[in-house]
């Protein structure tokens, strides 16, 4: 059961930007690493971003180094991914994962709550 609500999600142009919000419905996220991943077709999950409880740390994918942004508001319980200059291969359903755990990582088998994933398109 999924208990993340991915939200932000859409079609955009080469060279445009989203914001993705992971937000926690069932309990305080806050408290919670929070990493985002995406899923393109016929490829295998990837890590893309992760923050700390803290929002001091954190670590990004080569691919989107320079490019991606991840934040957290505490007062929204919210985990937020800020996508600049966005590409075609960037292309992919995108997913926010929480473990109970003060450090972030990029690898999916460290996080047991998913959210179903927004999807994003990039195209001309």
């Known amino acids: 059961q999924s208990q993340l609500v991915e939200s932000g999600g859409g079609l955009v142009q080469p060279g445009g930007s989203l914001s993705l919000s992971c937000t926690a419905p069932?309990?305080?996220?806050?408290?919670?690493?929070v990493g985002w991943f995406r899923q393109a077709p016929g490829k295998e999950r990837e890590g893309v971003s992760c923050?700390?409880?803290?929002?001091?740390?954190?670590d990004y994918a080569a691919s989107v180094k320079g490019r991606f942004t991840i934040s957290r508001d505490y007062d929204k319980n919210t985990v937020y991914l800020q996508m600049n200059s966005l590409k075609p291969e960037d292309t992919a359903v995108y997913y926010c994962?929480?473990?109970?755990?003060?450090?972030?990582?990029?690898?999916?088998?460290?996080?047991?709550?998913w959210g179903r994933g927004t999807q994003v398109t990039v195209s001309s």
């Open positions: 069932g309990f305080t996220l806050n408290y919670y690493a």
């Open positions: 994962a929480a473990t109970y755990s003060d450090s972030a990582h990029l690898t999916a088998a460290k996080y047991d709550y």
């Open positions: 923050v700390d409880t803290s929002g001091a740390s954190t």
